[in-house]
Structures are given as C-alpha cells and as structure tokens.
C-alpha cells in the first residue's frame, strides 16, 4: 500500500501583478470575459506602441468661437473655418479671415499643386498660394457646349464636342490621377484631366446606389464609401474599374490618409518604391484600413464595437511614441471621442 500524499500548502498570492503590457480597451465580450490584459474602460490614457500606458496629456482653451472644417496644407499652414468665416488659424492661435459668410455647412478640401479646393453643399471655391480666394469654376452659360472646333466654318462645323460646366457642390474631395473627384449625393463627378475647372456633363460621373459619404485616394486607385459599401476604382477615368471591396457603409468625414508603414499590419511592398500611403476610416463594425489594390482590413472589428454616428471629425497624430487615430464623432444627441492605435 502506498504512502498517502502530504496535504500540499496553500499557495500565497503574490503581493502585486505585473503587467508588461496593455492590449487595450474591448467592448465585444462581457467584462467577466476579458483577458487581464484587456480593458473594459480606458479614460484619459494613451497606450503607446509597446503597450504601455501613459496618462493623456491634457488640453487648454486658447481661442473663443465656433470653430469647424479644419485643414493643413503641404506647407503646415492651418485653414478653418470659425463663426461663419472661412480663414488662416495661426500658430499664436489668432485668425484672419480670407471669406466671410462661407455657410454651417461643414468643407472638405484637395490640395493641387498650391492651390486649395474647397467645397460644401452650399459654398465652394479656391485658395491661391497667396490666400487669395476665388471662385471654383469657369464661368459658362448653362449647357456651353465644348467643341475642338475654335473657329467653325460651313465647312468644318463644330463636331465631336461636350457639354461642360464648372464642378459642383460636393460634400467629399480628393485628387487621383490628374482629376479632381467630387461627391454630391449618390454621384461622383470629375475635373476635365487636368483642367479642374471643369466637368464635362455627359460623361464625367459615376453614380452609386446610395449616398456617397468618403472619398480617398491610394498610390493605384481610390476609395469609394457610401452609405452601404465600400468599392474600391482603379485604372483610366473612361475605363475605370469599381470592386465591391466590403458590404457596409463609411461614417462621413471619417476618413483620414497616412503613411501605410505605420499601420498594422501592414501589406508586403517593393522596398524600390516610395513611400505609399493608406487610408483610415469608420465602419459600424470598425476602424478600417485600405492599402493600394483595394486591400482592406479591419483593425477592431474582433475588439470595439462603435456607436450609430451622423459625421466625424479625424486626425492622425504622431505624439510620444504612440500612433493614434482620433476621431471624434457626433450622433443626433451628443458627440463622443474615440482613439485607436
């Protein structure tokens, strides 16, 4: 008969836990659910690339007014548009003012060269790299019809021409390819090829089945988003392909563009070519990610679920070691910050 077994001593719990690091915050799961490394809250705290957590820094009002529709040129000079005038916001914080009366209506821009475009359903126009502003838009009689021809004789009529017009109102901008790319409702427009005071009525659009809400641009095509998909086109304006890359809609203004190196994952690339560029934007089910080739993942569908949104309001921002999207984002009732990594 064998000797029976000693009773083993309890084990005493240790009198701190370490974590090395932080995965973050999780709302898909119940919070009896949640690994220790997971957060069922995280308020006021950045994590940083390693998975550390910092406190957030904290913000100071330095300017009275209401402020929306901000925007960064190449050069690092900051537009926006405060109390109904859309102007220059310097970095001591003080304004001037380019165009009064520009409307409630929030602006999206493209930046060309050095001139800026901007546009709303109710204002649009252009900002010169002197911050003279102007209209958008040859003037024409309505319906102006285009011909090769200059100087039409009996003999050799206007022919083969086009009915132009200048763009039109658009709630969405971006530049892909020599054109300018504008949405207004279910309808993208573009710019005559390097002429971007131009459409030519005819043929200048494609039409989607529901509204369009994002327009953004990769290295080989660009991103469509509308209230129900998301297609990714590619490929000559007349001869342009559309892929129904994913079968839900885009939040509007939600869409940001930045280095494709800093997200993860991140897509194999030629390590010869430039540096490319990605886009980030919300979904009901996520923060996504498009690549060059329509290539899209979602980056916290299995971690975050989001709150029903009418808009947004993003940025990417490089701060202490951390890679972040903000977004803060506005429902019927009240506006909400997120922040992802």
């Known amino acids: 008969m064998a000797d029976p077994v000693p009773p083993q001593a309890p084990q005493i719990p240790p009198d701190s836990v370490v974590f090395a690091n932080w995965e973050g915050l999780k709302n898909t799961v119940t919070r009896e659910r949640l690994k220790p490394t997971e957060l069922e809250r995280a308020v006021n705290i950045d994590i940083d690339d390693a ?18 529709s901000l925007f960064t040129n190449n050069a690092g000079r900051m537009y926006v548009v405060k109390d109904g005038a859309l102007g220059i916001l310097y970095p001591n914080y003080t304004f001037e003012s380019l165009l009064p009366n520009i409307g409630p209506d929030p602006l999206d821009y493209v930046q060309v060269g050095g001139d800026i475009y901007f546009s709303s359903m109710t204002a649009s126009g252009v ?4 911050n003279n502003v102007s209209q958008w838009g040859q003037q024409v009689s309505p319906g102006q019809w285009l011909s090769p021809v200059v100087r039409p004789t009996e003999t050799l009529p206007p022919t083969k021409g086009k009915f132009i017009a200048a763009p039109p109102m658009a709630t969405s901008l971006t530049y892909w390819n020599g054109r300018i790319y504008l949405a207004n409702g279910n309808t993208v427009w573009a710019t005559e090829l390097y002429l971007y005071n131009y459409v030519d009525q005819t043929k200048n659009f494609l039409q989607f089945e529901s509204e369009v809400t994002m327009l953004a641009t990769v290295t080989d095509g660009l991103y469509v988003g509308t209230a129900d998909h998301v297609w990714f086109l590619s490929g000559p304006f007349n001869e342009m392909k559309r892929i129904p890359i994913m079968s839900y809609g885009v939040m509007p203004r939600s869409s940001v563009e930045v280095p494709a190196e800093l997200i993860k994952p991140q897509i194999n690339q030629d390590p010869q070519s430039p540096i490319r560029n990605a886009v980030l934007f919300l979904t009901k089910t996520g923060l996504c990610a498009g690549f060059d080739g329509g290539i899209i993942y979602n980056l916290t569908q299995a971690e975050v679920l989001f709150p029903d949104a009418i808009s947004a309001a993003p940025m990417f921002r490089r701060q202490d070691g951390v890679n972040s999207y903000v977004v803060t984002t506005r429902s019927e009732e009240h506006t909400s910050e997120l922040q992802s990594h």
Not at 51 to 68: E, L, P
Not at 127 to 130: C, F, L, Q
């Open 51 to 68: 998975g550390q957590i910092h406190r957030r820094r904290g913000y100071t009002k330095v300017a009275n007014g209401s402020y929306h």
């Open 127 to 130: 900002i010169d790299i002197s």
